[in-house]
């Protein structure tokens, strides 16, 4: 935010998008993102910070910290159902931050066709619509194919291509001011290769071409989730996806 560097990859641990502001919760104490987020807005001159959350587990304390305001939208996408048993497509925010809470809650066996056909279609006209200053992002990697703790099945070159997006997405969209913060991911081989794949994007090292092709599963849970969302994000009633 103070023009020091663009991009940012955050490597902490424990992780944080389950610890809510007066509890921790899966393996989370303190949520790193939130804390980022509310830093920037309140300290670093951030009028509207954009959170994308990866993790297979839906960050149920990200959300919470941020339900009733406006300036954070948060979009996440996680298996569903699954721990920690929150993140419905119809917990969409409250009061002024109602429609600023966008969750795309996936059945067990997304692989890089679906997610990433999910993300190329909905991200963008949502992130344009919402002109951000900041993105943050919840990167976990627990949604790998060998991650032992979920059942989701992303390669590593499918968590490239998601970072490829949230980068032209930044460099589109706010001088390039993205964080990449450290979830979950519980397989170290996994973990250690999707963590290098995302790092060598990021620093722009690796340039990554966004797939074009749209899964199955994704066909199906698209129009789903357009209709959920829309009302709030006119952006959303968009052209079918591409086959």
Same mark, same amino acid.
Request: with cysteine; aromatic share 6%.
């Given at each position: ?5 663009? +991009? ?6 424990? %992780? ?6 007066? +509890?921790?919760?899966? #393996?989370?104490? #303190?949520?790193?993102? &939130? /804390?980022a987020a509310a830093t920037a807005r309140h300290e670093l001159g951030a009028r509207r910070v954009? /959170? ?5 587990? *839906? ?6 910290? $941020?339900?009733?305001? %406006?300036?954070? !939208? $948060? ?7 699954f721990y920690p048993g929150t993140g419905g497509v119809r917990e969409q925010g409250e009061g ?9 809650? =996936?059945?067990?066996?997304? +692989? ?17 619509? #919402? ?9 976990? $990697?627990?949604?790998?194919? *060998?991650?032992?703790?979920?059942? $989701? ?5 499918? #968590? &490239? ?15 390039? +001011? !993205?964080? =990449?913060? !450290? ?10 290769a999707s963590c290098l794949a995302s790092l060598r994007v990021l620093t722009g090292s690796t ?31 968009? %052209?079918? /996806?591409? %086959?």
């Amino acid at each position: 935010m103070t023009g020091e560097t663009t +991009r940012a990859w955050a490597l902490v641990r424990p %992780p944080g998008h389950h610890a809510e502001a007066d +509890r921790a919760m899966g #393996f989370c104490l #303190f949520n790193n993102v &939130a /804390v980022a987020a509310a830093t920037a807005r309140h300290e670093l001159g951030a009028r509207r910070v954009l /959170v994308i959350d990866w993790d297979v587990h *839906h960050g149920n304390g990200t959300q919470n910290a $941020f339900y009733d305001d %406006p300036s954070v !939208l $948060f979009v996440s996408s996680h298996q569903a159902p699954f721990y920690p048993g929150t993140g419905g497509v119809r917990e969409q925010g409250e009061g002024p931050g109602l429609g600023y809470t966008v969750n795309m809650p =996936l059945p067990a066996g997304v +692989r890089d066709d679906d997610l990433v056909a999910l993300y190329r279609e909905l991200l963008p006209p949502l992130a344009r619509a #919402f002109a951000p200053d900041l993105i943050l992002v919840s990167a976990g $990697f627990d949604a790998h194919e *060998h991650d032992p703790l979920a059942d $989701f099945h992303l390669s590593t070159e499918g #968590f &490239a291509a998601l970072t490829q997006l949230v980068c032209d997405l930044a460099d589109e969209l706010c001088d390039g +001011r !993205l964080v =990449l913060t !450290l979830e979950g991911g519980y397989d170290v081989d996994a973990l250690t290769a999707s963590c290098l794949a995302s790092l060598r994007v990021l620093t722009g090292s690796t340039r990554v071409e966004i797939p074009s092709r749209t899964g199955e599963m994704a066909r199906v849970v698209l129009p789903h989730l357009r209709r959920h969302h829309g009302g709030h994000w006119p952006c959303l009633a968009a %052209p079918e /996806v591409t %086959p």
